[in-house]
């Protein structure tokens, strides 16, 4: 959408094109936010304002918000008690167990193309000690600890490679 100089006319810009969206091409409208955790609190009372049109008749514009545990926090506060009540789901990803770990690793390393397991049980280990089992971190230090590995000539990370990747990262 072009961009609109006042505030009243931006929403009204963006009312009007979910309103075609929804009636004229029957499309579902979903606005996702990811790290919204870190968004003002006009921000976030502006994402409010942005579903309150019709809200109550028809669900026309779908918001999504993904973030880190803090967002969970934010909403809760009794500032933003008016968007906290149109959550209709919420959903917590939690760290994943060591039991886990190896089918995770193995699902990223097939989706990156690659069958063989290349990373040994220590350093399997190692990463979820790293990485408390957060998605996010164990990712990140995987990543340096294969480069590490690759860096080595070698044909499985282990645990120095995990060490070596968390050093890189600190």
Do not use: W
Request: net charge positive; charged share 25%.
């Amino acid at each position: 959408l072009p961009t609109e100089r006042s505030r009243a006319a931006l929403y009204r810009q963006i009312r009007d094109e979910v309103t075609r969206l929804c009636g004229e091409a029957r499309t579902k409208c979903v606005l996702i936010v990811d790290e919204a955790q870190a968004l003002r609190s006009e921000v976030l009372e502006e994402l409010r304002l942005l579903t309150n049109y019709a809200m109550d008749s028809e669900n026309r514009l779908c918001l999504l918000l993904c973030g880190q545990t803090e967002l969970r926090r934010r909403v809760a506060m009794a500032v933003h008690e008016p968007l906290n009540q149109r959550i209709v789901v919420r959903y917590h990803l939690q760290a994943l167990g060591e039991g886990e770990m190896p089918a995770y690793l193995s699902h990223l390393l097939r989706r990156a193309g690659s069958e063989l397991p290349l990373f040994d049980p220590q350093a399997t280990q190692a990463l979820f000690q790293a990485s408390s089992g957060l998605p996010r971190k164990l990712n990140l230090y995987a990543h340096h600890a294969l480069i590490a590995a690759a860096a080595a000539k070698a044909k499985a990370v282990t645990a120095e490679h995990v060490q070596t990747a968390m050093t890189e990262c600190a």
